[in-house]
Nanobody, 122 residues
């Protein structure tokens, strides 16, 4: 089991920045990828950015050049630095962890945080 706790959301004006944090606990060694997803009212949850345990990152086209995902393995924490925020970035942001356990069986797991609201005013 993996527990994820997000922090750092809030209300900002367009053009400003926020840093979201997600602290992981539990079966940390089984985590292979961590990331951020978001869900705006009336829309499906979408990928924002992910980072693998080896540091490979992936970003949605809509945030490339503005958002940066990073991972501090010593603190078991993943960050999302969101710069030049736009009103269309308004959403609940969810932290995600994908796990893999290889033993007698290969067991994959998906875990979510409780979400943190980001609101960008124009």
């Amino acid at each position: 089991q993996v527990q994820l706790v997000e922090s750092g959301g809030g209300l900002v004006q367009a053009g400003e920045s926020l840093r979201l944090s997600c602290a992981a606990s539990g079966s940390i060694s089984s985590i292979i990828t961590m990331g951020w997803y978001r869900q705006a009212p009336g829309k499906q949850r979408e990928l924002v950015a992910t980072v693998t345990s080896s540091g490979i990152t992936n970003y949605a086209d809509s945030v490339k050049g503005r958002f940066t995902i990073s991972r501090d393995s010593a603190k078991n924490t993943v960050y999302l630095q969101a710069n030049s925020l736009k009103p269309e970035d308004t959403a609940v942001y969810y932290c995600n962890a994908e796990t893999l356990r290889v033993g007698v069986k290969v067991i994959k797991g998906t875990y979510w945080g409780q979400g943190t609201q980001v609101t960008v005013s124009s």
